[in-house]
């Protein structure tokens, strides 16, 4: 997929960047989301300066809103999911039907829910097209089931005319809404989401 790079951030002010200092930041963030388990409410500029062991401005030197530095720490891979590679067996369905059970086991819980949260509210907030994020960036919940619709194109087993970044939003997208709603969907919903999208591109 074709990377969707964060929008450019603004000339820095005063000091030039320090690059051990951006990275920190952005280490802070994951820490605090990953481990602390702070939300897109409890997250505070004040408190990625104090994990992070850097003023306050010169978070705002770089980044405008506390969204603009989730927003960055999600989409470089600092923040994540964890989400399970999807296995290929040359079976199609079968895989994807494997992992979307393997996501019901292990995504869909408090800390992946919050995540999943802080990214749509961190997309509002900064006025970015979700679905672009979602999509053309390296975010594991969409990269890993790409690749495995890659392969399968790759080989012949797809529809020459299948449109994969709408196949990948058809699986993609109820799972992200789900996981936002917090309810968990039984292991049928999973299986029939498969179904529609591999007979949609399956030939």
Not at 83 to 91: H, K, L, Q, R
């Amino acid at each position: 997929m074709d990377a969707v790079n964060p929008a450019p951030e603004k000339s820095p002010r005063g000091r030039p960047r320090s690059a051990t200092s951006h990275q920190a930041v952005l280490k802070a963030v994951a820490r605090l989301v990953e481990e602390q388990h702070h939300d897109y409410e409890t997250l505070t500029i004040e408190g990625i300066a104090a994990e992070a062991g850097v003023g306050k401005q010169t978070i705002y030197r770089w980044w405008s809103t506390k969204a603009a530095v989730l927003l960055e720490a999600i989409l470089t891979g600092h923040v994540k999911m964890h989400i399970a590679e999807v296995d290929d067996t040359g079976d199609l369905r079968e895989d994807l039907r494997q992992w979307v059970q393997v996501l019901r086991e292990n995504l869909f819980n408090a800390q992946s829910i919050s995540l999943a949260r802080a990214l749509v509210s961190a997309a509002i907030v900064e006025e970015v097209n979700l679905e672009d994020y979602l999509t053309q960036n390296e975010l594991e919940l969409t990269a890993v089931p790409h690749k495995r619709l890659i392969a399968q194109a790759q080989r012949g087993g797809l529809r020459y005319d299948a449109d994969l970044s709408v196949a990948l939003g058809a699986l993609v997208y109820p799972i992200v809404l789900r996981l936002i709603s917090g309810v968990t969907p039984e292991p049928e919903w999973f299986d029939s989401l498969v179904d529609v999208v591999v007979n949609g591109v399956g030939r």
